[in-house]
T-cell receptor, first 109, second 115 residues
Framework: RKEVEQDPGPFNVPEGATVAFNCTYS??????FFWYRQDCRKEPKLLMS?????NEDGRFTAQLNRASQYISLLIRDSKLSDSATYLC??????????WGAGTKLIIKP | NAGVTQTPKFQVLKTGQSMTLQCAQD?????MSWYRQDPGMGLRLIHY???????DQGEVPNGYNVSRSTTEDFPLRLLSAAPSQTSVYFC??????????????FGQGTRLTVV
């Protein structure tokens, strides 16, 4: 079993819709959590950290459920520019980040 | 702001050849790392460094060496290239591992093909 699992998609979503991704992790001792965005043939870039109380950044909301060991990302009022692959990342205590394989999102006009 | 500079962007090697992927950052970051990214898989950690003179193995270190003689530079050396090392390689740096939510900044990647 992978340490961090994501639905690979693709999610095909009309512009303006709301879309949600989930990510599950297996190590209950994981320290912190992130969502990164990766455009096609580009490097990953931080979208947002995920805090225990949940956090919001504009149209993006991230939530953490430690008891069930999953992280979610909600995108509201989706834009064409949101089309990308979204990577779930978990920090372990041994100086390592563990990356999910990513969920591909395609926003259609 | 150069950030993380990674070279080359593309490389084709023959089986058995060696090469060095260069990575440099100008942000005075303590933590640097190398990943490989393969289709359908998450980024996998090859080697990492928490500071100059300190390196350690990640998840997939076999066939790769690293060194960290300065804070800025963290080259990755392929000892004897194999087709299984065909991948996209990313170098990343972070301010410090001691900062819980420290952001990882990536180079633009190297697309390596081993024939």
């Amino acid at each position: 079993r992978k340490e961090v699992e994501q639905d690979p998609g693709p999610f095909n979503v009309p512009e303006g819709a709301t879309v949600a991704f989930n990510c599950t992790y297996s190590n209950s001792a994981s320290q912190s959590f992130f969502w990164y965005r990766q455009d096609c043939r580009k490097e990953p870039k931080l979208l947002m950290s995920v805090y225990s109380s949940g956090n919001e950044d504009g149209r993006f909301t991230a939530q953490l459920n430690r008891a069930s060991q999953y992280i979610s990302l909600l995108i509201r009022d989706s834009k064409l520019s949101d089309s990308a692959t979204y990577l779930c990342v978990v920090r372990k205590s041994n100086y390592q980040l563990i990356w999910g394989a990513g969920t591909k999102l395609i926003i259609k006009p | 702001n150069a950030g993380v500079t990674q070279t080359p962007k593309f490389q084709v090697l023959k089986t058995g050849q060696s090469m060095t992927l260069q990575c440099a950052q100008d942000m005075n970051h303590e933590y640097m790392s190398w990943y490989r990214q393969d289709p359908g898989m998450g980024l996998r950690l090859i080697h990492y460094s928490v500071g100059a003179g300190i390196t350690d193995q990640g998840e997939v270190p076999n066939g790769y060496n690293v060194s960290r003689s300065t804070t800025e530079d963290f080259p990755l050396r392929l000892l004897s290239a194999a087709p299984s090392q065909t991948s996209v390689y990313f170098c990343a740096s972070s301010y410090s591992w001691t900062v819980m939510n420290t952001e990882a900044f990536f180079g633009q990647g190297t697309r390596l093909t081993v024939v």
